[in-house]
């Protein structure tokens, strides 16, 4: 395991709480479009370039930031066993409950028919497996029970590649990172040139998806490497903007100018930014994960039960509803969940001191 050879920033000043925020309601914005006409035709994003929703955008970021962050956060960590304590209480408990309340509540009030028993889906949740349920929201658009759930597995995904890119004496290794970013967000497109006899049928958006999500991880760890305060310039920024919007009219382009335009934006954003209010928004009471997890089925219930037609108004209310929803989940079970795991961790220090740190193996590599 290789600390990074490079200062990165410890201090919590930054609006990187209020840009999950924002990107938690942008897929909200996204799927409210989608819901109501069944495809993207009135989706804003697709509309302009006919490429990336402001969904998709938003996951990118998510996983920008979450690649900055949980790489920065192992190469702190005092060893591996705490990373991995960390991480699991951050993601597993609040998908857990979310997953019993889409699968008990939710789907009953969907029309959907009884399927695994509660015990067996307790279990299926733990790995990260969205809720399924027979003729849910038969009817209506999109019949998914939780769609956007189909993330998590990716999330925790990279959070074992890390340990692995460490074992390989990878993760500090910007040039390493930046090419294999490179690799995932480009190859999947090349694949669609393949003659049909080679057609990799279902397979290819696995590859897809995964590919642009890995990819979009590890640019936000590779931006955490090389990032020192001479890389924010105003003239930077135009430069990343206009890499990123003369990218995403192109399929095979526009998730390649995320990684490099939009990359450098976020954490200008994040990071530069001195209004005060965004620093705040968020920055207490993470609710941004809760949001995520609870908005899709608030708003087909909405549909299904209200019948909305205004896609403002529908995307008004379950923002307001999935914030509440948010802040609960955050509350209720995921900050307890940061807190025993912090607790558990500490008592596990008193007991052995001496643990070995990722930093003492650094060091040795070096």
């Given at each position: 395991?290789?600390?990074?050879?490079?200062?990165?920033?410890?201090?919590?000043?930054?609006?990187?709480?209020f840009?999950?925020?924002?990107f938690?309601?942008?897929?909200?914005?996204?799927?409210?479009?989608?819901?109501?006409?069944?495809?993207?035709?009135?989706?804003?994003?697709?509309?302009?370039?006919?490429?990336?929703?402001?969904?998709?955008?938003?996951?990118?970021?998510?996983?920008?930031i979450?690649?900055?962050?949980?790489?920065?956060?192992?190469?702190?960590?005092?060893s591996?066993?705490?990373y991995?304590?960390?991480?699991?209480?951050r993601?597993?408990?609040?998908?857990?409950?979310?997953?019993?309340?889409?699968?008990?509540?939710?789907?009953p009030?969907?029309?959907?028919?009884?399927?695994?028993?509660?015990?067996?889906?307790?279990?299926?949740?733990?790995l990260?497996?969205?809720?399924?349920?027979?003729?849910?929201?038969?009817?209506?658009?999109?019949?998914?029970l939780?769609?956007?759930?189909?993330?998590i597995?990716?999330?925790f995904?990279?959070?074992?590649?890390?340990?692995?890119?460490?074992?390989?004496?990878?993760?500090?290794?910007?040039?390493?990172?930046?090419?294999?970013?490179?690799?995932?967000?480009?190859?999947?497109?090349?694949?669609?040139?393949?003659?049909?006899?080679?057609?990799?049928?279902?397979?290819?958006?696995?590859?897809?998806?995964g590919?642009?999500?890995?990819?979009m991880?590890?640019?936000?760890?590779?931006?955490?490497?090389?990032?020192?305060?001479?890389?924010?310039?105003?003239?930077?920024?135009?430069?990343?903007?206009?890499?990123?919007?003369?990218?995403?009219?192109?399929?095979?382009?526009?998730?390649?100018?995320?990684?490099?335009?939009?990359?450098y934006?976020?954490?200008?954003?994040?990071?530069?930014?001195?209004?005060?209010?965004?620093?705040?928004?968020?920055a207490?009471?993470?609710?941004?994960?809760?949001?995520?997890?609870?908005?899709?089925?608030?708003?087909?219930?909405?549909?299904?039960?209200?019948?909305?037609?205004?896609?403002?108004?529908?995307?008004?209310?379950?923002?307001?509803?999935?914030?509440?929803?948010?802040?609960?989940?955050?509350?209720?079970?995921?900050?307890?969940?940061?807190?025993?795991?912090?607790?558990?961790?500490?008592?596990?220090?008193?007991?052995?001191?001496?643990?070995r740190?990722?930093?003492?193996?650094?060091?040795?590599?070096?």
């Open positions: 395991m290789i600390e990074a050879p490079v200062p990165v920033r410890h201090d919590r000043g930054n609006s990187l709480g840009l999950r925020l924002l938690a309601s942008l897929v909200i914005v996204s799927h409210t479009t989608e819901l109501l006409s069944g495809d993207r035709s009135s989706e804003p994003l697709s509309m302009i370039f006919g490429t990336l929703s402001l969904g998709d955008l938003a996951v990118n970021g998510f996983f920008i979450s690649g900055y962050l949980i790489t920065k956060s192992y190469l702190g960590t005092r591996v066993h705490d991995l304590i960390k991480r699991i209480a993601i597993l408990p609040g998908f857990v409950v979310a997953w019993l309340i889409v699968a008990t509540i939710v789907a009030l969907a029309g959907g028919q009884e399927g695994m028993s509660i015990l067996a889906g307790a279990g299926w949740s733990l990260l497996q969205a809720p399924y349920s027979a003729h849910a929201f038969a009817g209506t658009y999109h019949n998914s939780n769609a956007p759930l189909w993330t597995p990716w999330e995904a990279c959070y074992i590649l890390v340990i692995g890119l460490a074992y390989a004496k990878a993760i500090s290794k910007p040039v390493v990172l930046g090419c294999a970013a490179a690799f995932l967000l480009i190859v999947p497109h090349l694949l669609l040139r393949l003659p049909p006899s080679m057609a990799l049928g279902d397979s290819y958006a696995f590859m897809l998806n590919g642009r999500l890995i990819g991880f590890l640019a936000g760890a590779t931006f955490m490497l090389i990032e020192h305060d001479r890389i924010y310039s105003r003239r930077n920024a135009i430069l990343a903007s206009i890499i990123m919007i003369a990218t995403l009219p192109f399929a095979s382009l526009a998730s390649v100018g995320v990684a490099i335009g939009g990359t934006l976020v954490f200008m954003v994040g990071f530069r930014s001195r209004s005060t209010i965004l620093r705040n928004i968020n207490r009471n993470d609710i941004s994960y809760g949001v995520y997890l609870y908005a899709w089925p608030i708003e087909k219930l909405l549909v299904m039960y209200v019948g909305f037609t205004s896609m403002f108004v529908l995307g008004a209310v379950t923002l307001a509803l999935a914030f509440v929803a948010g802040y609960l989940s955050w509350i209720i079970v995921e900050k307890p969940a940061v807190n025993v795991a912090r607790g558990f961790m500490k008592r596990q220090h008193r007991l052995w001191p001496r643990a740190k990722v930093s003492d193996s650094a060091a040795e590599a070096r």
